[in-house]
């Protein structure tokens, strides 16, 4: 019987790592003809129309940003000036998002990437720090892929040879897909800034770094690599729960409209977690 060769990937999403053809990857696609008429968008911001290129005053603004087509009459400015006051306005918004805890500067950065990273990859420690917290904390017996791959091991290994056969690597894969991979979609991440930065993932890969099985008891490092698209779709500005909020209307503004076209990108975490468990 032959053991399971290692280090070895056990799960991959459907959804490719680095899709950049996904929806929510595309950018300074839409005109403004088809940002009003589709989107619904000509109230888009209190301080400034992207659409004139005018500052606003409180008197410019709608009682609904749904009901008119107000025009502010304020100074004229250019598209770099219009684009560097949305970006202040989108950083503004995102506080309500993200009120308390070690992750809620986390939205502040990730917009500010949006403006100067031309679209380059997103990677920060606090990224890292929450998905590794998630895994560890998720103790679902149903939904976490650690207590359930934590489960898969000790009913797989030949625990005469300690060994994990290469011939149930299935196993662990089926272990993972009955499961629900990390997410940011708790009650706490609607407030805590994860839910603004992350919320869904979009690919997931997982890998067993070390397995040592000795007198009964086995010890697994196992690394996530996770994915995530910092962009939004057609699909979420049409969704009232976005469209709603001053701050997607302007998200998806500075992305899409093809005078500004602000290039989304990925978003990586990783993290290495250890899996014990004894023979039962």
């Given at each position: 019987?032959?053991?399971?060769?290692?280090?070895?990937?056990i799960?991959?999403?459907?959804?490719?790592?680095?899709?950049?053809?996904?929806?929510?990857?595309?950018?300074?696609?839409?005109?403004?003809?088809?940002?009003?008429?589709?989107?619904?968008?000509?109230?888009?911001?209190d301080?400034?129309?992207?659409?004139?290129?005018t500052r606003?005053?409180?008197?410019?603004?709608?009682?609904?940003?749904?009901?008119?087509?107000?025009?502010g009459?304020?100074?004229?400015?250019?598209?770099?000036?219009?684009?560097a006051?949305?970006?202040?306005?989108?950083r503004?918004?995102s506080r309500?998002?993200?009120l308390?805890?070690?992750y809620?500067h986390?939205i502040?950065?990730?917009?500010?990437?949006m403006q100067?990273g031309?679209?380059?990859?997103?990677?920060?420690?606090?990224?890292?720090?929450?998905?590794?917290?998630h895994?560890?904390?998720?103790?679902?017996?149903e939904n976490s892929t650690?207590?359930?791959?934590?489960?898969?091991?000790?009913?797989?290994?030949e625990?005469e040879?300690?060994?994990?056969?290469?011939?149930?690597k299935?196993?662990?894969?089926?272990?993972?897909?009955?499961g629900?991979?990390?997410?940011?979609?708790?009650?706490q991440?609607?407030?805590?800034g994860?839910?603004?930065?992350v919320?869904?993932?979009?690919?997931?890969?997982?890998?067993i770094?070390?397995?040592?099985?000795d007198?009964?008891?086995?010890?697994?490092?196992?690394?996530?690599?996770?994915?995530?698209?910092f962009?939004?779709?057609s699909?979420?500005?049409?969704?009232?729960?976005?469209?709603?909020?001053h701050?997607f209307r302007i998200?998806?503004v500075l992305?899409r409209?093809?005078?500004?076209?602000?290039k989304?990108?990925?978003t990586?975490?990783?993290?290495?977690?250890e899996?014990?468990?004894?023979?039962?």
């Open positions: 019987m032959t053991t399971l060769q290692l280090p070895c990937t799960f991959k999403t459907k959804q490719w790592m680095d899709d950049y053809g996904a929806k929510d990857m595309r950018c300074g696609d839409l005109t403004e003809a088809q940002l009003k008429s589709q989107y619904r968008l000509d109230y888009i911001s301080r400034v129309d992207p659409w004139t290129l606003r005053s409180s008197m410019d603004r709608p009682q609904s940003m749904f009901c008119c087509n107000l025009r009459q304020g100074e004229k400015i250019t598209h770099q000036q219009c684009a006051m949305l970006f202040d306005e989108f503004s918004l309500k998002f993200s308390y805890g070690p809620s986390l502040e950065k990730m917009i500010s990437h100067n031309n679209g380059t990859p997103f990677r920060d420690m606090s990224l890292d720090r929450a998905l590794k917290e895994i560890i904390r998720d103790n679902s017996q650690r207590v359930l791959l934590q489960k898969a091991f000790e009913d797989n290994i625990w040879n300690n060994i994990y056969p290469s011939i149930e299935a196993k662990l894969y089926e272990a993972i897909s009955g629900k991979l990390p997410k940011f979609d708790r009650f991440d609607n407030f805590n994860m839910g603004i930065t919320h869904d993932t979009w690919a997931t890969h997982i890998t770094k070390s397995l040592h099985i007198n009964n008891r086995y010890r697994a490092v196992v690394h996530y690599k996770v994915q995530d698209h962009g939004l779709d699909d979420d500005i049409t969704k009232t729960k976005f469209s709603q909020f701050f998200w998806f992305q409209y093809n005078q500004f076209g602000f989304p990108f990925m990586n975490m990783e993290a290495t977690v899996i014990t468990g004894t023979r039962k």
